[in-house]
Every structure is written in structure tokens, then in C-alpha cells.
């Protein structure tokens, strides 16, 4: 258990990590819908790849059920 999994949003029963869901950096992104890297920073340059947001000035984060979506609907494009 994290402290992520106990912290619990302010008057509420809900915990952050339930909330935030499973965290991805870019290169985990990458492996798992299999592009490079460099491919998945020029579809956030343009704006048409995953949902993503930066933690702090550097670093760019996905959520899990964002990517999950984003890939859903690239399938359902193709049919």
C-alpha cells in the first residue's frame, strides 16, 4: 500500500488513487500501444495522440484509462 492509496480527497470517503487511477510515463505509453517515443511526443505536439498532463515543469504524464479510451477510439475509426 502507497501513500497514494491511503491519502483521501478532503470530506470524502475517496482515495486519491482511485481518483487518479494507474499512472504512465511516456516511455510505458510507447510500449504499450507500440510507437516510439519520439512518435508519441510529435502526437502531443499536435495534439491528436492520448490525453496527457504534466507533473511539475518536466514531466508528462498519461492516465491508464485515458490511454485505454484514446486506443478504443482509434479502433472504432477504423471500422
Not at 494507474?22 to 492520448?50: C, D, F, K, Q
Request: glycine fraction near 6%; proline fraction near 5%.
Amino acid at each position: 500500500m502507497t501513500a497514494l492509496d491511503s491519502a483521501r480527497w478532503p470530506g470524502t470517503s475517496t482515495t486519491l488513487a482511485s481518483e487518479v487511477g494507474r499512472l504512465l510515463n511516456s516511455a510505458e505509453v510507447a510500449e504499450m500501444i507500440r510507437v516510439p517515443e519520439a512518435t508519441l511526443r510529435y502526437w502531443r505536439h499536435v495534439g491528436i495522440g492520448p490525453r496527457s498532463f504534466k507533473m511539475g515543469p518536466r514531466r508528462v504524464l498519461y492516465r491508464a484509462d485515458d490511454v485505454d479510451v484514446w486506443v478504443a477510439a482509434q479502433y472504432a475509426d477504423q471500422r
